[in-house]
Each structure stands twice: as structure tokens, then as C-alpha cells.
């Protein structure tokens, strides 16, 4: 079973920032947060991951708490082609359990 | 990054036939990884196959079902026999960072639909 809860669905309007939430509170000291994407009729994509400090590449942040339990994934400024269902997965070395995801939709 | 192609990229099947899907990286893995997504449902781990060895299944998948090859470091197959309707799914591959990161690379999927 997945390890991580997320909201099933949220909301964003195109040129906001896209604040995704995941709570992980049995994640280990080994495991890390990985975040994935996966457009409609699409493979999933990589985000970003991390282990404890936060993390920023071209496509997202990611904000880890300091005890490690919860995560946030931040789209700057989200495009409707940000509309996708969003993994946010606690795992070790590639052993990926995917959840429900949030599905986030941008709108105009 | 690895680009990653599928066969067939969708098909539709009689029940207790077999099909057999493909997956072709550009370049050398070790891991490979094979899902299953049912309609309107979240990704689920069928194996891991990694080149040399057999393939490690999850809970819920035997090789009897899902039998896979891993020939060489570049591909790899996955069939689904005896089928039934309730094999009707997206198949995914993916593959781990040929350059040793930590994300994995995913196929665009074979969606099988059985009839």
C-alpha cells in the first residue's frame, strides 16, 4: 500500500503558484520524497526528490519539514499544461508504490 | 535521461489469448520496472527485471501470468497469457537513470483491451 495522502484534487489558476500537499509520517530515515506526473494518456514523468533539505530544479520546488512527514510540491508559475495527476511517493532506492495522486487542474 | 519506446502501443485481445509487449531503452539499465494501471487507477509494481537474473515479482503477480524476459541491458518483454477481461490495463515500462540518478524513466504505456 502507498505510504503517502494527498488531496485527490485541486484547483489553480494558469500564472499562480500550484501548492501540492503529501503527508508521509511513516516514511524512514533511508527513504525519500519523489514527486511524478502523469498527463493524461501519458507515462508518468520525474519531478524532483528529496531526502531532508528542500530541493529546486527547472520544473519545481520541493519543501521538506524538518521532521520529515510532510512535503510540498510548488509549481511557480503553472500553465494549463501543468493539468496532471501528481505522485508524491516515499520510497527507497527505486521501489516506487504509487498512491491515488492529486489531480490538479489549471484553468485560465 | 532515457528515451523509452513500447509495443504495441495499444491492443485489443480475445480472452485466453496471450500478448506479448516490448520495451526498447536507448541505453544500458540494470533495472528495468514493469506496471500495470488499471482504468481509472494509480500504477502498480508488477516486477522488476533486472538483466542476469529472474525477475523479482511483487504481491499479487506470479511469473505463471506475467512471465518476463530480460535478454540483454536494452530491452526487455512482458505477456500477459490467458487473458480475461480483467487484464484490461495500461502496461508501462520504465527504467532506472542510465547515469545513476535516482528518477525513473517511464514508456508511454500498451493499452490492452480484453475482449
Known amino acids: 500500500d502507498a505510504k503517502t495522502t494527498q488531496p485527490t484534487s485541486m484547483d489553480c489558476a494558469e500564472g499562480r503558484a500550484a501548492n501540492l500537499p503529501c503527508n508521509h509520517s511513516?516514511?524512514?530515515?533511508?527513504?525519500?520524497v519523489y514527486w511524478y506526473r502523469q498527463i493524461h494518456s501519458q507515462g508518468p514523468q520525474y519531478i524532483i526528490h528529496?531526502?531532508?533539505n528542500n530541493e529546486t530544479n527547472e520544473m519545481a520546488s520541493l519543501i521538506i519539514t524538518e521532521d520529515r512527514k510532510s512535503s510540498t510540491l510548488i509549481l511557480p508559475h503553472a500553465t494549463l499544461r501543468d493539468t496532471a495527476v501528481y505522485y508524491c511517493?516515499?520510497?527507497?532506492?527505486?521501489?516506487?508504490?504509487f498512491g491515488t495522486g492529486t489531480r490538479l487542474l489549471v484553468s485560465p | 535521461s532515457a528515451v523509452i519506446s513500447q509495443k504495441p502501443s495499444r491492443d485489443i485481445c480475445q480472452r485466453g489469448t496471450s500478448l506479448t509487449i516490448q520495451c526498447q531503452v536507448d541505453?544500458?539499465?540494470?533495472?528495468m520496472f514493469w506496471y500495470r494501471q488499471q482504468p481509472g487507477q494509480s500504477l502498480t509494481l508488477i516486477a522488476t527485471?533486472?538483466?542476469?537474473?529472474?525477475?523479482?515479482?511483487e504481491s499479487g503477480f506470479v511469473i505463471d501470468k506475467f512471465p518476463i524476459s530480460r535478454p540483454n541491458l536494452t530491452f526487455s518483454t512482458l505477456t500477459v497469457s490467458n487473458m480475461s477481461p480483467e487484464d484490461s490495463s495500461i502496461y508501462l515500462c520504465?527504467?532506472?537513470?542510465?547515469?545513476?540518478?535516482?528518477?525513473?524513466?517511464f514508456g508511454p504505456g500498451t493499452r490492452l483491451t480484453v475482449l
Open positions: 527485471a533486472n538483466q542476469g537474473s529472474e525477475a523479482t515479482y
Open positions: 541505453s544500458q539499465v540494470t533495472m
Open positions: 511513516t516514511i524512514s530515515g533511508n527513504e525519500y
Open positions: 528529496g531526502l531532508k
Open positions: 511517493i516515499s520510497a527507497g532506492f527505486q521501489k516506487l508504490v
Open positions: 520504465s527504467v532506472e537513470d542510465p547515469k545513476g540518478g535516482m528518477e525513473q524513466f
